[in-house]
């Protein structure tokens, strides 16, 4: 195995990873949350979920794409992805669970993560291709 290959199958198996704690975090939510916590809370905890499948599967995308033409751009939007789940899915688990508001501070520096990721991808495909004649 090369190392982008290695490097690939990295993203593809957090992404994974991250798909099954989105089920996990779903399920919990659904069936153990849904009475106990406010309806503003359960549509917090909704979102933190729904983020995180979204940049999971972003990172299992970037993985297949290292794969068919390894680039260093794909490795830092993948994990610039990660960070965001972190970040911006973490903190909001976190805010429902404990009631600390305060980590609400923390959540748009996921979004940003989650945001600089999707353009770090874009630009790595939209650049000029450099010849190699």
């Given at each position: 195995m ?8 990295i993203?593809?198996?957090i992404g ?19 009475n106990?916590i ?29 794969n068919?033409k ?36 923390i959540?748009?520096?996921g979004?940003?993560?989650?945001l ?13 291709v450099?010849?190699?004649?």
């Amino acid at each position: 195995m090369n190392e982008n290959t290695a490097k690939s199958r990295i993203f593809i198996g957090i992404g994974a990873l991250a798909c099954m704690i989105g089920v996990a975090t779903g399920a919990f939510g659904a069936h153990a949350l849904e009475n106990t916590i406010s309806a503003e809370r359960m549509v917090t905890w909704g979102k933190a979920v729904d983020y995180l499948f979204v940049h999971a599967l972003g990172m299992m995308l970037v993985g297949v794409l290292g794969n068919i033409k390894p680039a260093k751009c794909l490795q830092v939007s993948g994990w610039l992805m990660l960070a965001g789940i972190v970040l911006f899915s973490g903190s909001l688990f976190t805010l429902v669970l404990s009631g600390k508001t305060w980590l609400g501070m923390i959540t748009p520096i996921g979004g940003v993560s989650f945001l600089t990721a999707w353009l770090v991808l874009a630009i790595c495909y939209l650049r000029p291709v450099r010849s190699t004649r």
